[in-house]
């Protein structure tokens, strides 16, 4: 299948983008490498760069998402978000934000909020995305990283349910009304969540 000139562009700057986030290699081993797969497999690769910009959209949307410091693909399945770890240096990123220094600490302000974020924006990306396989997320609040590593069959057997193939009433019924509430955040957090 021949793809037109601006597609297979578009496909060599994603593999590239994509492999010079992940590794120690030269840039001329990672272009080399780019040219390779998309010549060798441009439908994967076009579906990758698709997924991406599809996965950053929906980031622009989740719990906290203005406080995100930078979300990434990783080997086509796997993303990583890290939020800000001061106001300092998210308003240097962000000078024209309106986002005041009380508002940027209140968001983090208890455990509960950080809770609802690490455990429940995860389990939305795997199911929203069932290409994913893994979703991390860290984040700095006085002094002490968050992190959690939410991968999709330990998630799937935790909430005893396949994300990929739930309609909207069964998530609703089976994940969002029985897992999302306070008290099984603070369960999931004490098993999922590592504070360092």
Not at 27 to 36: G, H, I, L, R
Not at 130 to 136: A, E, G, I, K, T
Not at 149 to 161: F, G, I, K, P, Q
Not at 167 to 179: C, G, R, S
Request: proline share 3%; glycine share 2%; aromatic share 10%.
């Amino acid at each position: 299948m021949k793809l037109p000139k601006i597609m297979r562009f578009t496909a060599i700057l994603a593999t590239v983008l994509v492999v010079s986030a992940c590794g120690d290699r030269q840039p001329e081993t990672q272009v080399s490498e780019a040219k390779s797969q998309v010549s060798s497999s441009p439908t994967t690769v076009t579906k990758a760069a698709l997924d991406t910009e599809k996965f950053n959209a929906f980031v622009k949307n989740i719990q906290g998402a203005v406080l995100i410091k930078s979300s990434v693909i990783a080997n086509s399945n796997e993303a990583h978000i890290e939020f800000y770890e001061s106001y300092d240096n998210f308003k240097t990123a962000n000078i024209d934000s309106k986002l005041s220094k009380d508002d940027f600490n209140n968001f983090w302000a208890t455990d509960d909020a950080i809770n609802k974020v690490l455990m429940e924006e995860p389990i939305i990306l795997l199911k929203e995305f069932p290409d994913l396989q893994n979703v991390s997320m860290s984040l700095s609040y006085q002094d002490k990283t968050y992190f959690v590593n939410a991968d999709r069959s330990t998630v799937e057997d935790y909430l005893n349910v396949k994300l990929a193939s739930m309609d909207h009433v069964v998530w609703t019924d089976k994940v969002v009304n029985k897992f999302f509430t306070k008290d099984e955040r603070l369960k999931y957090s004490r098993k999922f969540i590592k504070i360092s």
